[in-house]
């Protein structure tokens, strides 16, 4: 014999009502509201699995560029420099996570050419160490990174900021940094010549319009720093940098300030989580809306069901059993509708590279257009954990939907409901 055999009695009879009745157009008609309710949680979860890997991969792609520019890890001197930054670079890769380390300084300042200005963030670099925390020279379009050497004054700035300056290879800008100089005339900006030697396209316009690199030895004179203003690192996990800062922290020795990734873009961030959890909120009423589509069904059922109620009462069956029967009916619906909408979501999900590009050539168009967003292809991360919580909303969501029909037909009365039989 089969195992559904071996089920207690109201599992097979729940499990026979969810099926099409044979008897009546009635009992059809009820099986098809089932199905309507079964494809309604389907879409709902489907819907939800999808949207949440695309905003995932969004979030996963503005990461990565972002992270291609920015270091992991920043820790700075609260006095202003590190003299000691290499027994700092040291200390540091005693932590296992640490892969890479690098000397930096960091202003802020304006950059002029003719009659335009633009404000930009002026990082000094150590070119030979700069490729082990960040990605900037291979992002590098024209010219080289390795051109920013000590005494040149040359610079690479973003191809937006590069743009609006209206300058190319080998154009001169001048920067004004804050900092004021006493002069007889009075406290003027400290000002110096730079060379455009290097464009870069990191892909984020953030950095692409407002930042440029010049070489440390020059940024260092321009500050009047004796050393550099601290160390960036980059970790195996970016994940974890929250974690080994905390480490670095309480290891390394001297007044230091660290921060990571996430600190430095922590409004960011937050706009993205705060948005993931209103979508996922709005998505679920889609499947809220369905799984309580179960109470009409159940409720039909009942009604129709209230002769063989009754016959199973006059046999013995209690009002717990009653309620077990129809709970058990709209759970199965609410399981095989979360089932379905988890593998149609999944499929989704994990082939939204293939699915996006077909529909743009069917119907002609192109969703993210080159010319105004900073990627053309739809990018997808599915998480599993994702999947796990929205599947186990649904079938909650079904549940609770069967409890005020179940205990509805725990209520009724075997001498009323065969009156009229």
């Known amino acids: 014999m089969s195992i559904v055999h071996h089920l207690p009695y109201e599992w ?31 879409l709902g979860v489907a819907a939800l699995i999808v949207v949440l890997s695309v905003m995932n991969g969004f979030q996963k792609e503005v990461t990565d560029r972002m992270l291609s520019v920015l270091a992991h890890i920043e820790i700075f001197d609260a006095r202003g420099a590190m003299p000691n930054w290499q027994q700092a670079e040291k200390e540091a890769f005693k932590n296992p996570a640490v892969r890479g380390a690098a000397p930096f300084v960091e202003t802020q300042g304006l950059l002029v050419r003719d009659d335009t200005m633009k404000p930009a963030v002026i990082r000094g670099i150590l070119p030979s160490s700069e490729q082990a925390v960040s990605d900037v020279a291979r992002q590098v379009r024209q010219g080289s990174l390795d051109s920013l050497r000590p005494g040149a004054f040359n610079i690479v700035m973003g191809y937006a900021l590069a743009r609006s300056l209206g300058v190319g290879i080998g154009d001169k800008v001048n920067m004004l940094l804050a900092q004021g100089t006493m002069t007889p005339a009075g406290m003027v900006p400290r000002s110096r010549v730079f060379t455009v030697s290097g464009i870069f396209e990191a892909g984020h316009y953030e950095f692409d319009s407002a930042m440029a690199f010049i070489d440390i030895v020059d940024a260092q004179k321009m ?65 809220a809306v369905a799984a309580f ?37 709209g759970a199965l619906v609410g399981i095989m509708g979360t089932a379905l909408g988890v593998a149609f979501g999944v499929l989704v ?73």
């Open 12 to 42: 097979l009879v729940g499990l026979r009502y969810t099926r099409a009745g044979k008897r009546s157009s009635r009992n059809s008609f009820i099986s098809f509201i089932s199905l309507i309710s079964v494809s309604g949680i389907a």
């Open 349 to 421: 999900a994990l082939n939204i590279d293939v699915i996006v590009p077909f529909i743009e050539h069917l119907l002609g168009v192109q969703f993210l257009s080159r010319d105004i967003y900073l990627i053309s292809a739809i990018p997808s991360d599915m998480r599993w954990p994702d999947v796990y919580k929205i599947g186990g909303v649904s079938v909650l969501l079904a549940f609770v939907a069967t409890i005020y029909p179940s205990f509805a037909a725990s209520r009724v009365k075997p001498a009323e409901a065969l009156r009229y039989e």
């Open 293 to 329: 589509n179960l109470v009409s069904t159940l409720v039909m059922t009942v009604t129709d069901k209230q002769a063989d109620i009754a016959i199973l009462r006059t046999l013995g069956a209690s009002p717990r059993s009653i309620m077990k029967i129809f709970m058990v009916q």
């Open 223 to 287: 500050e009047r720093l004796a050393a550099p203003s601290g160390l960036r690192l980059r970790i195996a996990d970016m994940q974890q940098a929250p974690e080994v800062a905390r480490q670095l922290k309480a290891s390394m020795p001297g007044d230091l300030v660290v921060r990571d990734w996430s600190k430095l873009n922590a409004n960011w961030f937050a706009a993205v989580k705060t948005e993931k959890r209103m979508m996922f909120i709005i998505l679920t009423l889609i499947i």
